[in-house]
């Protein structure tokens, strides 16, 4: 009876040091839950990259390719030919990402492995079980991110009123929402909890001077390495976890005075690292090598401002609350905590410089500036100094005002799970045209493609004048013969041209659909909200147009080409409407 009241006594002791980061986990997932929405599909992109390895080693053993190059067995390439994931690299191919993203999901992926079996398809590792099991890894590092950010400030000696903040937008304010959910198996919340591990060892051992917290942090410095091998720059951030120049002084010679330490701290990161490598020479023969291929850095031509303010993907405009963050840099220097503000601005611009100078400096397509999701626990520790050592209603003008950030990133990751925010291709106009809209008519509306008349030629237009719609919700339907279209067969473009004010809140659905005269099957259909067409601002009066785009239908026979109206819940009156048949030059 005793032994279980000490057990029990133990576990709330516990649970009560942890309750916090529970908790945020909790809101984070009603969030995903009740707003942004689950995915079935998480493992996407650049995620199944750093994934592959488990289903390449564990299910289709194909890693090991060494001895064996394409020419003498192709079959053993047919999985891998993936190009954005696997690079040609001599006579073999090689996953060019790195391996710690898979190392910290194994646990996940083997209880997925163990207790499900494969659904419909044979077991390739990326059934619906596995998707999840990922989803539930990154949820899992997110908790251990949040633990370890408090234990980093702790030892600044912040208080819990400004630490429980801190984990809130670190979790529900920043891009982590959306790559602990939608993309769950990209490396950057498994980064930012080996990073933040890291700062808080390196940080015990410049305050204690322990060896101990220096052979930790050596290990976790490893992991980091093989998580993403650029993160090696996190070292340029000793010296202001250190806190001043004379404690990095004295923390190094201390190191200096215990060689052995030293060495067994390089081995640690050797010996970790050993296991990329080990990967590496399974696939190409080489223990070393540049996994990325031609991609690379050109440090001539760094984008320092658009990384951080454009449209495209800033990480100020879709990560606002970093820059709230960045501004206690300037409370630093204003409470004459020199050191630390130079130390902190120092390493924030050689990362911006590094980061700007890569040769996708947007880093392809996905959400927001994501390079600087590793980091971010080097934005909260200056935020949490300042608002600690603020008096009592600055502290919580700050934090609302702080807080204020959540619901804009809660939308705008709605925005981008929902195609109402472009992968790639925001700009100024694309950006305010769908601020803080939700509402399914935007779902696609900025990745409208521009018509380039120079690339095709019209074969016949359709003028239908005026229509006009009740507000009840009949069918309107116009049907086309193919053969009455000169060269139908090598239109690829039918564009809809329409006179109105597009305003925003207007609910009619435009359905285009290419079927034979027979049947419910159909070569093509695609369907979109009237405020699509607008080229101007919504509410002003503009002709619009749309143009669906396909490959041209070359097979022989009849087709039938059906327009299809549905009005929304209000009377519409559509001026001047036209369809146009294109063809490419």
Known sequence: MICHYKIWKISTRFLKRILAEISIVFIFIFLINNYIGNVDKTINADGAGYYDYLPSLFIHHDLNRK???REQSPELYERISDPAIYIDFGE????????GTALLQLPFFAYARMTNGPEGNPD????YPYQRAVFYAAIFYLFLSLLFLKKVLRLYGIRNSVIIPCQLLLATATAVTHYANYDAAYSHVYSLFAITAFSYYVKAYFDRKNLYHFLISSLFLGLVVILRQINILIILFVPFLAGSGRNFTIGLRQLLRHPFVCAAGILSVSAIFSIQCLLWYLQTGHFFLYSYGVEGFDFSNPHLISILFSYKKGLFIYTPVLFICMMSVIWLIFKRKSYLAISWAAFFLIITYIFSSWWSWYYGCSYGMRVYIDYYTVFFIPFALMVNGMAAWRKAIVIAFSFLTIPLNVIQTYQY????LHWIEMDEKKYWKVFLKTSRQYEGLVWKRPYDPGRYIPVD????GTVEFPDTPPFVVYEFDSRDVPFFNDVGIIQLLVDDHFNENNELRISLIIKPPEGDDYHYRHDIYLIHLAEDD???WQ??????EFVPLKESGEKVIRLLFRPGNEKVTLQNVRVRFLRSV
């Open 67 to 69: 001895d064996i190059p």
């Open 124 to 127: 390739d590792g990326y059934q």
């Open 543 to 548: 002709t619009g147009y749309y143009n669906f």
């Open 461 to 464: 237009e359709i003028v239908i």
């Open 538 to 540: 919504h509410g002003k």
């Open 92 to 99: 073999y191919k090689v996953n060019k990402y790195a391996c």
């Open 417 to 420: 799970k929902q195609y109402i």
